[in-house]
């Protein structure tokens, strides 16, 4: 059974080399996840892969069934999610095609359908959120890229904001008071979820712009320029991070 999951995004709505065994439509009392999980082989490990804005990339950020999609994976059986999330770079040390382990989270999004503990049955969860992302998850990453020989950066803090629009400078300046590094639209309450779910869940962020107000090109033609780049790196990645991942996983178990 496939315990490690991959939540591909902007940039990686299919995962060339997985070879799908299996397509699973699935239910959950949240509803449809955003596509079905296609469980398969890649680099000869067993992975499950889903598409997170869906089949032909039709669902924007703020509309995605985040519930329904940490719930399936739950549910198919994964321990451990990778998510990959294009970012916009606050840093000047993250140019675009750049790839992060983010370490930590803000969540500015709104009105997202955001914990399993509502409603009156359900069971109330305080879960400690000190550390959004999954050490575990992280040093594997980490490792992977120094493996594949690509450069991370090895930490920085994720903005999370609600999108579709991209944000204003003025939004990005306040954004960089915060203390963000990035800021993409997917990561919340993506990680919130799945910690409620007691999935391990890492991130690798690609850089494809240079946020609003950051740089002085195009923000599309950018993204245009850097995202097949990056996906390659992230590809290159979790080819060396799975067989560790998988492993961690069957030592818990
Ligand atoms: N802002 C928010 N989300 C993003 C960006 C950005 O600049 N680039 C890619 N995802």
């Known amino acids: 059974m496939a315990s490690v999951a991959v939540i591909g995004g902007t940039g990686m709505n299919q995962w060339p080399g997985l070879v799908v065994h299996k397509q699973v439509r699935m239910d959950t009392p949240y509803g449809a996840p955003s ?13 499950v892969f889903l598409a997170r804005h869906g089949e032909g990339h039709r669902i924007p950020p703020h509309a995605i069934n985040y519930r329904a999609n940490v719930w399936a994976l739950k549910q198919a059986g994964v321990r451990t999610v990778v998510a990959i999330a294009a970012v916009g770079a606050i840093a000047p040390w993250l140019p675009p095609g750049a790839v992060a382990v983010p370490e930590d989270l803000i969540d500015y999004t709104w009105n997202r359908q955001h914990t399993y503990s509502d409603g009156a049955d359900a069971e109330l969860q305080h879960v400690a959120f000190t550390e959004p992302y999954s050490e575990r998850v992280r040093r594997e990453l980490i ?37 963000c590094d990035m800021v993409g639209m997917t990561g919340m309450p993506e990680a919130g979820l799945a910690r409620e779910l007691g999935l391990d869940y890492g991130c690798l962020a690609v850089s494809v712009n240079w946020a609003a107000g950051i740089g002085r090109g195009d923000i599309h033609a950018e993204i245009h320029e850097s995202i097949d780049t990056g996906m390659e790196r992230v590809r290159a990645i979790l080819q060396h991070a799975l067989p560790a991942l998988r492993a961690g996983d069957e030592e818990m178990s």
């Open 143 to 179: 490792h992977a890229a120094l493996a594949a020989r690509i450069d991370v950066a090895e930490s920085g803090v994720m903005a999370v904001t609600q999108g579709p629009r991209l944000e204003s400078a003025a939004e990005i300046r306040r954004l960089k008071r915060d203390g």
């Open 35 to 47: 596509a079905p999980l296609l469980q398969g082989k890649v680099y000869g490990i067993e992975a």
